[in-house]
């Protein structure tokens, strides 16, 4: 949901309050959308190394560059405009598949930006140290891409 749209919500759901009227929506019926899950990798589509190479210059290093690399591979395989639609509406955008919803500070233009979705991705994974938010490093699936984001790290000094 856009910001635009959620405050829309929120001031309309305030004043009827403020009006003795009924709003037009629950907070409930707001966040329970419904989506049919769609996956879409486009733009450009980045080397293991230029993954690394972004990822370390937002500072990233050691063991968290590595995995920087493996997750954004288990995420969108490099594809910088990839966008996976969740069934709660929320996207995921980008190389890292930074999450509309649960990072609405990083805009869509940041996000399909591959030096800035690093730079977000060097702050919400707390500077490689947590990487919670993402799926594929919770499910494991970025444990495939290991080797790879190892040899990319090294190529980029890191």
């Not at 037009?24 to 996956?39: M, R």
């Not at 995995?67 to 639609?85: D, K, P, Y």
Request: with cysteine; aromatic share 10%.
């Amino acid at each position: 949901m856009t910001r635009l749209r959620r405050f829309l919500l929120v001031s309309i759901f305030v004043i009827s309050g403020f009006l003795g009227a009924a709003p037009f929506a629950t907070a409930d019926e707001v966040t329970t959308q419904a989506c049919e899950q769609k996956s879409t990798l486009a733009g450009t589509h980045l080397t293991d190394k230029q993954i690394a190479q972004y990822a370390r210059n937002a500072g990233l290093r050691g063991n968290g560059l590595v995995i920087s690399i493996a997750v954004a591979l288990a995420e969108s395989q490099g594809w910088t405009r990839a966008v996976l639609i969740n069934t709660d509406c929320s996207r995921d955008r980008g190389v890292w598949q930074i999450n509309s919803y649960w990072h609405s500070e990083v805009s869509d233009t940041q996000a399909f930006n591959p030096a800035s979705a690093a730079t977000a991705t060097y702050t919400i994974s707390s500077g490689g140290s947590n990487w919670t938010p993402w799926v594929t490093y919770n499910n494991g699936a970025y444990q495939q891409y290991l080797a790879r984001a190892r040899t990319a790290a090294a190529a980029v000094g890191g």
